[in-house]
């Protein structure tokens, strides 16, 4: 007993079936008895029960695969049990009630299992969607910072318009006193030009002062030569 691959790349799966041992994999086999999907969790096992039992008492040896999938069915332990009712060890009633105790216990085992992954998986995604909340809120929060202080600034900007329009206000006072500034250069100048104009007749009366300086000196001059004849 093993198993045949069929379905497509990387989403195989396999049939369990009853071969020659000389067949190829692929090949000719003698009878189908299950599936066996690995691409689920747990595993998708539909088994023909009888079947694989009837076969397992007759002799066939399963590899190592399908023995794991035997064991997960309990078809194992009921061949073992079965034995048992043959040697006279124990009746059927007795191997009945205990494979039926056994495969119960199992299917609550599975049940739990599915339940649980089924848990996993609810609490991974709430934990995603609360971090993506998380996520968004710290995001909204940045946001909000980041066109805080435009706003501060847009607020402190109106002082300065209004000290600008004030200003604006008061320039025309400012050219209005422009006329005042060419009175006074314009009286400047004309000192200016006074003090120019005034200035030759400093100069004509300095020769006067000259010659009254140079009469004293020929006098004395005189006096002394004729002082000295005499």
């Known amino acids: 007993m093993r198993l045949a691959r069929r379905g497509r790349k990387k989403a195989a799966i396999f049939d369990l079936i009853v071969a020659d041992v000389r067949a190829p994999r692929d090949g000719r086999f003698i009878e189908k008895v299950g599936t066996y999907n690995p691409n689920t969790n747990p595993a998708s096992i539909v088994l023909n029960d009888d079947r694989a039992f009837y076969w397992l008492m007759n002799g066939v040896q399963p590899t190592d695969t399908v023995k794991a999938i ?87 900007a109106a002082p300065v318009v209004e000290e600008t329009k004030h200003v604006e206000a008061e320039t025309p006072k400012v050219e209005e006193s422009a006329p005042v500034v060419k009175e006074e250069t314009k009286q400047v100048v004309a000192e200016t030009v006074k003090v120019e104009e005034e200035a030759p007749k400093v100069e004509e009366t300095a020769p006067v002062a000259a010659v009254h300086v140079e009469e004293p000196t020929a006098e004395k001059e005189e006096t002394s030569a004729t002082e000295t004849k005499e």
Do not use: C
Not at 127 to 156: F, H, Q, Y
């Open 70 to 156: 035997l064991s997960y069915k309990g078809l194992l332990f009921k061949r073992h049990l079965q034995i048992g009712v043959n040697k006279g060890a124990l009746s059927q009633a007795d191997a009945d009630a205990k494979f039926t105790e056994w495969k119960d216990s199992k299917e609550v085992k599975i049940v739990g299992k599915v339940e649980g992954l089924a848990k996993k998986k609810s609490d991974a995604k709430q934990a995603m969607l609360e971090n993506e909340s998380k996520v968004k809120d710290a995001r909204a929060e940045a946001i909000a910072l980041k066109n805080k202080p435009a706003e501060v600034v847009v607020e402190e």
